[in-house]
């Protein structure tokens, strides 16, 4: 039994649910794929598969053994990829995940270029606003928004999405107009919480006016953890949000969102890759960056290099002794 071969045909009969399916992609028989996890099994003396006449389950067992397989055969990708001229044309699989508003209305548009370029790169895509955690979950890398707080990742910061201040014309006409942010804090108006991903808390509202800074906390009646059922509520009318541009633009044009406080300006929201820094940078993860970055100096360029840069070593482990970390950093 070549175990690199059993190994190979049991993660894709995982994925696939199914050794016929598995077979295909393989492009081996089914009797050879099924003989293969037989083998698999009978050396680890484990049963990792229940089949039915209709349908294939992974064991708890074989579920444990599944995660350990993809990240040693993702390895030995990579390490056959850095090492050949294959390190020109990034292939395999690649897991990431991404925030949905950002998955939805910049990501997903823009992947047919992504896929033109890089045609052997099979992205595995967790589109959430959850927390992930990369070594658990077996994660090549994320793109987040906000300030990165653990200490054991290397980031690269992408982008800096501008924010502004949005209402839905249902909700000005039931609250009033908002002539100052503070007014937001006043019984009768209401905004649209957010609650961080973490802490469950809902953040204030920062903006500025020339030398004023203020931060508006305001009363909410529900709050999300979710940025698309955030917009969704805004737009519903129930309550002021903190937006990024791009995601309340459609929605201004259509005359559904109205933007408020004219001259005062929300803080940018910093994006950012993150990795861990005993992961290996493969071809096809720097690929992937390289994309993002691209796409954010469309949509989301960087403003403040400086300060960012500053504020990302006070909270950030930067590499930079890693020639991966270097080359991503730069």
């Not at 003989?35 to 050396?43: D, G, H, Y």
Request: include cysteine; hydrophobic fraction near 45%.
């Amino acid at each position: 039994m070549d175990r690199f071969d059993a190994m190979q045909a049991f993660a894709r009969v995982v994925e696939a649910g199914s050794f016929t399916k598995a077979a295909q992609t393989l492009h081996m028989s089914k009797t050879t794929v099924t003989q293969l996890v037989q083998q698999l099994e009978a050396r680890l003396r484990v049963k990792l598969l229940n089949r039915t006449t209709r349908q294939v389950k992974v064991t708890a067992d074989g579920a444990v053994y599944y995660e350990r397989v993809v990240r040693l055969l993702a390895d030995l990708e990579d390490a056959d990829t850095s090492l050949s001229s294959a390190a020109a044309s990034p292939k395999g699989r690649l897991r990431v995940d991404v925030p949905s508003p950002l998955a939805r209305l910049l990501l997903m548009p823009a992947l047919p270029a992504f896929h033109a370029r890089y045609p052997e790169i099979q992205l595995h895509m967790g589109v959430s606003d959850r927390v992930v955690d990369l070594i658990g979950d077996n994660v090549d890398g994320v793109l987040r928004g906000g300030e990165v707080t653990d200490p054991s990742l290397v980031v690269r910061h992408v982008g800096d999405l501008q924010m502004g201040v949005y209402a839905a014309p249902s909700y000005l006409e039931r609250a009033g107009w908002p002539q100052h942010p503070k007014e937001l804090e006043d019984t009768h108006h209401r905004t649209v919480g957010f609650m961080g991903p973490r802490s469950g808390k809902v953040a204030p509202i920062s903006m500025r006016l020339e030398d004023e800074h203020i931060e508006v906390q305001g009363t909410y009646v529900v709050a999300v953890d979710d940025g698309n059922a955030y917009l969704a509520a805004g737009v519903a009318g129930m309550g002021v949000l903190w937006l990024p541009h791009y995601m309340a633009e459609a929605h201004a044009v259509r005359g559904e969102l109205v933007p408020l406080f004219a001259g005062w300006h929300a803080d940018p929201m910093p994006m950012y890759v993150a990795f861990p820094p005993n992961r290996h940078v493969s071809a096809k993860l720097r690929a992937f960056i390289d994309w993002v970055v691209a796409l954010m100096a469309q949509h989301a360029p960087v403003v403040a290099p400086l300060n960012r840069t500053a504020q990302c070593i006070s909270t950030c482990r930067m590499v930079a002794a890693s020639s991966d970390a270097t080359n991503l950093a730069t």
